[in-house]
């Protein structure tokens, strides 16, 4: 008996030391979701030891190593579900079977976040010049600035605008300026043809403008090629020229397309009866005089004398009357005409064949101003509309005429809008501010 409580401590001892000196113990287990007993893969295991930590596999099994698991508990934690405490214990250990972990789900509650509209991006800003006009095709931005405007008072330039001391200047997609060249004259605005090239007009002359080596190069265009050969075409398609004959003096236009031999065809006709009715009107109040002097011209030159009657009296003058504005835009090899007096979007294939047409409605919006815009790098067309210190744009879907979301911009009174890659360009200059007139750039997707 002496004995055994001699041997008795030293066998206790033996096995703290046994205990003290074995490796790592390995705890197995199975993670599920408590309501419907899925198991639950990806769920992050670790000790309350500085143990590493482990994953549960794609069937919730997991095997995480424990140093010492003497007071040690297991954490498990995933999104959605709340975060669970196991003890450890030596009894636990000691059952073979693997433990069985069932998680609660639980919502997860996120602080507020404001999302904010970016601010537009300044394009081009100087403190000594003024933005004036711009153009974006495949080379870059252009823009056309000023040191100081000259205005026309005459009654019949009421509203024109020249530039003096004006410059050119082409920035990359970074905004970074490339290259730029004076302009020898004063300028008006910036023109492209159908194939995108950028075109300055001046007073007496005009000027193609293209880089090399560079720098920007002018090449002399006649104004009367830049009216009669080079802004009736406004774009191109398999091979043809698209173009038209309207007219600011004159109620109705054609569309039609040229190919290469130089044959033409129409693609459709625009018109505005009831300014048209106004504009053959005028023969009726004309003196017996004027009228043999109308019906003479008629028969020298084939014209309707009432057409002629319509220029004799210069009823284009007249506060009644707008020039027509029925657009063509090429949108996904479709020719599509804003037929504003029809009310409606024609569609066309490029030999003039028409597939059909749709209703649109944004002409009716008193907000509208007059103006479609399309992006040339998706082919969108887009509605401009105004309203007090207001300024958006809606998206016409070519499908279906309906317009698409209102598209805010966030200056007030923005000038030249155009629409370049799902961004909208304005020149903008706040009221009353010694700001220049500046160009920004606005995403509107």
Known sequence: MCMTLRILPILLLLNAVYCSAQGPVLVRGMVR???????????????????????????GAFVLSIADPKGVELVFSFVGYATQHLPVTQQRLADPKPLQVRMVRQAVELSGVTIERPAPEVVYQRSDLHVGDHFINDQGVWVLTY????????????????YRDARLHLLDTNFVERCSVRLPTEVERLHHDHAQRTIVEGLRNAWVVEVRNGALVLQELALSALRESVLPWTDSIQGLLLGSNRSLTY????????????????????????????FRSQYKYMSGADKVIAMDLGFETGVDPEVIAGYMTAFYNDPYFDPPYAPLFVVSDTLC?????????????????????????HQADKAWCDRLVQDPSSGMVYALFARNLHTWLRMIDPRT??????????????????????????????????QHRTLYRQRIK
């Open 33 to 59: 979701d408590a309501g419907s007993g899925v198991p639950l893969a990806d769920v992050h295991i670790r000790s309350s030891a500085a143990d590493p930590g482990t994953v549960s596999a794609r069937d």
């Open 251 to 278: 109620p109705a236009f054609d569309h039609f397309a040229v190919d290469r031999e130089g044959t033409s065809h129409v693609i459709c006709a625009v018109e505005d009866k009831r300014l048209m009715e106004l």
């Open 337 to 361: 005409v804003f037929d504003h007096y029809r009310r409606t979007l024609r569609k066309f294939l490029p030999d003039g064949s028409s597939v059909g047409e749709v209703p649109i409605t």
């Open 147 to 162: 040191e100081k405007p000259r205005l026309w008072h005459r009654e019949a330039e009421a509203g024109r605008q020249v």
């Open 401 to 434: 005429g309906a317009l698409g979301p209102v598209r805010m911009l966030d200056h007030p009174f923005p000038e030249d809008v155009r629409v370049h890659d799902g961004h909208a360009f304005y020149i903008y200059r706040p009221y009353g501010s010694l």
